[in-house]
Each structure stands twice: as C-alpha cells, then as structure tokens.
C-alpha cells in the first residue's frame, strides 16, 4: 500500500514537471515568433527609409537644378543688356562710353565664373593670404578671405558645426571658419554687379504635427520641408508638442537624415520651448 502511494506521488510529479515543460516551451515559441516578427518590421522599415532618402535626394537634386537655371537665366538676361548698351554707345559713336559699358559687361562675366550656378564656390585656386580671426572679437559684417583669396562678407559666425556663413558677391556660401581668413583693413569688398533672387528673411507658416502619427507626421514634415525651400525660407517652425516625446524624437531624427537642413534646435520660450523645434534649412 505504501509503495503505491509513493508511486501515485512521483507519477503527480512527473505530470507537473512535464505540463511545466510544455508551459515553458509554449512560451519560448512565443518569444521566437514575437522576435521574428519584429526582425521583419525592422527591415520592412528600413528598406522604407531607404526609399524615402532616395526619392528626398531626387527632389533635392531637381530643386537645385531649377535654382541654377533660374541663375543662368539672369546672368544672361544681364549680359543681353550690357551688350544691347555697347551696340547703342559703338552707333552714337561715344568711344568712351562704350568702353566703360564693355568693362561693365567684362566685371558681369567674371562674377559668372567666380560663382557656379549652385551658388558654391569654385574649387579654390590660390592659397588665401590674410589674418588670423579671432572669432569672439568678430561678427556680421567683417571682412573675410576665402581660400582662393577671393574677398566676402562674415553674414553669421560659426555653428555647432564649426561652419560660417559668407555673403560673397550675390551668393551666400556656408564654409568651415578654419577656411576663412581676415581680410585687410584697407581692401574694399566688391559690390555684386548681378542681383540674384535672396533668402526670404521671415520665416514661413510652422508646420503643425500635433495629433499625427510617426509616419504621417514625416510625409508632412517632408512637404513642409520643401515648399520652405522653394520660399527660399531660412528656417521652419515644427510643432510636434510635449505628449510622451516619441514624435519629437522621431521629427528631430527625421531632420538629422534630411538633406534640406543645416541644423535644428529647441523653440525659445515665447515659441514653443520644447514643443517645437526649430529647423535651419541649408542655402543651397
């Protein structure tokens, strides 16, 4: 008697031991499927990013050609005029006249080389030749040497980045300030002859994300990225608000991978603060 009792003992053992085993496998299996699924989502996303960044690069690339068409298009339009007033002067017979428009049209086709259509400066030429820049000592408005020596204009210091923005001519550059030099007290800056179209100084309409989700949000913020582009707007305004900070981690991860902007930052206060970010877009 005794000995059966023990045996229906072990065989109540057994059976727990076994219905855990099967618990723990069904758990396991689980587990498996729950990471194979998510492996899947992880790749089905990335090949999504890497579309997105592809068709990003081909608007890019199509923004910028419009931009240089439209920058061909009116050094042309100056070069027709200046050679229409030589043509006027040569008939009236003024010489002098005429050679002061011809050195005017000389001054226009030199601009045209010194600035690609981009609005990028040329490889440079020539080793710069100036002064050390004490950066706490300057700020908008001082003279500058690029690296091929040609003179500019310091429109911003340097960012995080360690990149300036300069005014040369009719293009505004964005060069690493270890590249700029001072430029001579007593060096005049020379005047553009061309006017080209400028960047709007006023930011554009804040692009409102509130309420979206991620992937929604991204296709706006893409929009709103490239209308403020073609605005020729310097800075976007992103609204994304406080919530648990998942879209706000997702739109400033957005703006590192874009090609449209130089930089972002927190709202001030009176904007937004950390509701909204505040993205700098590159001058092209």
């Known amino acids: 008697e005794r000995a059966r009792a023990l045996l229906a003992r072990?065989?109540?053992?057994?059976d727990r031991m076994i219905a855990e085993l099967a618990t723990s496998r069904a758990a396991l299996e689980t587990e498996r499927a729950e990471a194979a699924r998510l492996r899947e989502e992880s790749e089905s996303a990335r090949?999504?990013?890497?579309?997105?960044?592809?068709?990003?690069?081909r608007r890019r690339e199509k923004l910028f050609a419009e931009m240089r068409e439209e920058l061909q298009a009116s050094f042309s339009r100056a070069h027709?005029?200046?050679?229409?007033?030589i043509r006027n002067l040569q008939r009236s017979g003024t010489a002098q006249a005429a050679a002061r428009a011809r050195e005017q049209l000389l001054e226009i086709a030199d601009t045209a080389q010194r600035v690609e259509p981009t609005g990028r400066a040329k490889e440079p030429v020539a080793p710069a030749r100036g002064l050390a820049i004490d950066w706490a000592q300057v700020g908008p408005g001082y003279a500058v040497l690029l690296p091929g020596g040609q003179r500019g204009v310091l429109v911003a210091?340097?960012?995080?980045?360690?990149?300036?923005?300069?005014?040369?001519?009719?293009?505004?550059?964005t060069l690493p300030a270890s590249q700029?030099?001072?430029?001579?007290?007593e060096a005049a800056i020379e005047r553009p002859r061309v006017r080209v179209p400028e960047v709007h100084p006023d930011p554009i309409e804040p692009c409102d994300l509130r309420g979206e989700r991620v992937l929604e949000a991204e296709d706006k913020l893409e929009q709103a990225l490239e209308q403020a582009l073609a605005a020729r707007a310097y800075q976007?305004?992103?609204?994304?608000?406080?919530?648990?900070?998942?879209?706000?981690?997702?739109?400033?991860?957005?703006?590192?991978?874009?090609?449209?902007?130089?930089?972002y930052e927190s709202a001030q206060p009176t904007e937004g603060g950390e509701?909204?970010?505040?993205?700098?877009?590159?001058?092209?």
């Open 47 to 57: 090949h999504a990013y890497g579309r997105k960044l592809e068709q990003l690069e």
């Open 275 to 284: 509701g909204s970010t505040v993205a700098y877009l590159r001058s092209g």
């Open 157 to 173: 210091l340097p960012d995080r980045r360690g990149r300036a923005q300069v005014q040369v001519g009719a293009a505004k550059l």
């Open 236 to 263: 976007l305004i992103v609204i994304h608000g406080f919530g648990t900070g998942a879209l706000r981690r997702a739109v400033r991860e957005y703006l590192e991978r874009s090609p449209y902007v130089e930089r």
């Open 80 to 85: 027709e005029e200046v050679a229409g007033v």
């Open 180 to 185: 700029l030099q001072g430029a001579p007290a």
């Open 10 to 14: 072990e065989d109540r053992q057994l």
